[in-house]
């Protein structure tokens, strides 16, 4: 089945700081998506792309869609304490009936 | 954003006791819904797929006698653990898919529920 590799596992870093973080798939998807989860709650969206080579920011939140369509990275800027959390990166793709394939996650931690 | 309810937020039962927990869409209609479990410090794995008015589809090695889900209505699903065991012992997710809307409706997810197994 699809596998997403995703890295680093952990980071930890300065308050103000940038973060990147990638998602790479043994096969192509049509949909990336990023979720943040906070202890004891659910994933919630941050970023949904849809097309090869599609940039799109949420605030100090940048992701893109591999040209290639087997990866996506999201990016962080001037991090800030309340980014703590885990990251996670979701792949669709066209014959997976809208299940989601998730990435193992990456734990960041903001320090002050 | 949509929203996605899910309750209860925690429940502690014993072994072999049944326990149900409730996904509901709140502001749109969902005819699929999915549910995963989340180990500590793991990723989501998907359990099964619900599909409204039909029977759920259920991902290889998870129980379908084990784990009952019912899609009774449009905006809710549920999940019964039955005869529960520590090792069911997790944290259960759902999430929704609101139907008819443009492909760029995304998934929304419940607040999850920690099941502890006594």
């Known amino acids: 089945g699809q596998q997403l590799n995703q890295s680093p596992q952990s980071m930890f870093i300065q308050e103000g700081e940038d973060v990147s973080m990638n998602c790479t798939s043994s096969s192509i998807f049509n949909t990336w998506l990023w979720y943040k989860q906070e202890p004891g709650e659910g994933p919630v969206l941050l970023i949904a792309l849809y097309k090869a080579g599609e940039l799109t920011s949420n605030g100090r939140l940048t992701a893109q869609f591999g040209i290639t369509r087997k990866d996506s990275f999201l990016n962080i800027s001037a991090s800030i304490p309340s980014d703590v959390g885990i990251y996670f990166c979701?792949?669709?793709?066209?014959?997976?009936?809208?299940?989601?394939?998730f990435g193992s996650g990456t734990q960041l931690t903001v320090l002050p | 954003g949509a929203v996605v309810s899910q309750h209860p937020s925690r429940v502690i039962c014993k072994s072999g006791t049944s326990v149900k927990i409730e996904c509901r869409s709140l502001?749109?209609?969902?005819?699929?819904m999915f549910w995963y479990r989340q180990f500590p410090k793991q990723s989501l794995m998907l359990m099964a797929t619900s599909n409204e008015g039909s029977k759920a589809t259920y991902e290889q090695g998870v129980e379908k006698d084990k784990f009952l889900i019912n899609h009774a209505s449009l905006t809710l699903s549920t999940l019964t653990v039955t005869s529960a065991h520590p090792e069911d012992s997790s944290f259960y997710i759902c999430?929704?898919?609101?139907?008819?809307?443009?492909?760029?409706?995304?998934?929304?997810f419940g607040q999850g529920t920690r099941l502890t197994v006594v």
């Open positions: 999430s929704a898919r609101a139907p008819g809307r443009t492909l760029n409706t995304e998934a929304f």
């Open positions: 502001d749109f209609q969902a005819t699929t």
């Open positions: 979701a792949g669709r793709d066209s014959g997976s009936a809208r299940q989601l394939t």
